[in-house]
């Protein structure tokens, strides 16, 4: 029995579909992960999971709850981490964490033990009585999660849970979400226009123009385009593709000061190479399909072109 459950959802915004018949499901314990350009319909979705937002047509069920017909039993099963930051500035850490326990009727005890428990999982124990003005980018967002998980919500649902924070922050609240999951148990769904990120997901649903394009792990998507580019130089480049061409049947390009050629798995590739090519190898290098090529497949553009996205490493 999936945890989420969508079935051609159907969203619009003023008679125009920004989401266009969704389908998916996610297992429990999963790190899912909604991966698109600006204005692909992740938010709408995310949001709707959430309850914050209706739909027009389709189904979408949360731990086994309707999101339209039983939306407050949804929200008590999930926590949220939204984009913007949703903390108070003006109350200490521990304050905030109390808010939260009283929104969710937590009795006292029990809150204590939880907010004990969560600040030591976030290493902010130490500064649980400093107010959160005072805190660094990565410490409000590490805050922010441990909130969303003060009442040990079944799925977690973060909205781009790292964006506008440095490459450094952003790693660090990478490795800190995966190991919170595996002692929590809980599933993530989290919503990603950032490549490395959607890459550290378990399963990954491509979304382009309200549509999902792919879903698969990501190491399936890539290995579907069947293709690694392995860079070759040789003691003599033209006889190296002449003899690869004859002995493989393929076409390498002419590239600076050596070849390239496309292979469907270059690790059972190269030691094939080696053991036939007669000319001397000097370097090999292989290079697998990143998510950004599954995407430019399926596509025809690329994700970075579709908005003012910022990329993280130049
Ligand atoms: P993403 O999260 O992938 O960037 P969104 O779900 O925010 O995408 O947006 C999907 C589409 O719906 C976009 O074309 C966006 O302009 C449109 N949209 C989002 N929210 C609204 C709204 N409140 N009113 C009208 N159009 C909206």
Redesign the pocket.
Same mark, same amino acid.
Do not use: C, M
């Given at each position: 029995m999936p945890i989420i459950h969508v079935e051609n959802l159907i969203k619009k915004?003023?008679g *125009?579909e920004?989401?266009k018949g969704v389908s998916f499901e996610v297992n429990e314990g999963e790190v899912f992960g909604?991966l !698109?350009?600006?204005?692909? !319909?992740?938010? *709408? *979705? /995310?949001?709707i999971l959430c309850t914050l937002l209706g739909f027009d047509s389709g189904t979408a069920t949360v731990n086994g709850f309707d999101c339209k017909k039983d939306p407050h039993r949804v929200r008590q099963s999930i926590g949220l981490v939204f984009q913007e930051m949703t903390l108070d500035n003006e109350l200490t850490a521990y304050e905030n964490l109390k808010f939260h326990c009283y929104m969710y009727n937590m009795e006292k005890r029990l809150s204590e033990e939880r907010i004990a428990e969560i600040l030591e999982v976030v290493g902010l124990t130490d500064r649980k009585k400093d107010i959160v003005k005072k805190f660094s980018g990565g410490m409000k967002r590490r805050l922010e999660i441990a909130r969303g998980l003060l009442h040990r919500p079944k799925v977690l649902f973060l909205?781009?849970p790292t964006l506008g924070l440095d490459p450094q922050t952003r790693s660090h609240v990478w490795d800190f979400i995966h190991s919170l999951m595996k002692r929590e148990g809980n599933t993530v769904f989290m *919503?990603t226009?950032y490549m490395d990120e959607a890459e550290a997901c378990d399963r990954i649903a491509i /979304?382009d123009r !309200?549509r999902i394009i792919a879903c698969d792990r990501p190491d399936a998507l890539k290995k579907a385009l069947r293709g690694d580019t392995i860079y070759l130089k040789t003691a003599d480049n033209d006889k190296a593709a002449v003899e690869i061409e004859s002995k493989f049947g393929l076409s390498p390009k002419r590239i600076e000061g050596g070849l390239s050629l496309l292979v469907e798995s270059g690790e059972k590739f190269i030691p094939r190479l080696f053991e036939k090519l007669e000319t001397g190898i000097s370097s090999i290098n292989l290079k697998r399909p990143s998510l950004e090529d599954v995407f430019i497949n399926l596509t025809g553009r690329e994700m970075r072109n579709e908005?003012p996205a910022p990329r993280m490493r130049p």
């Open positions: 915004y003023n *125009t920004a989401v909604f !698109g350009p600006n204005g692909a !319909g992740k938010t *709408t *979705t /995310i949001n909205d781009e *919503t226009h /979304i !309200g908005g």
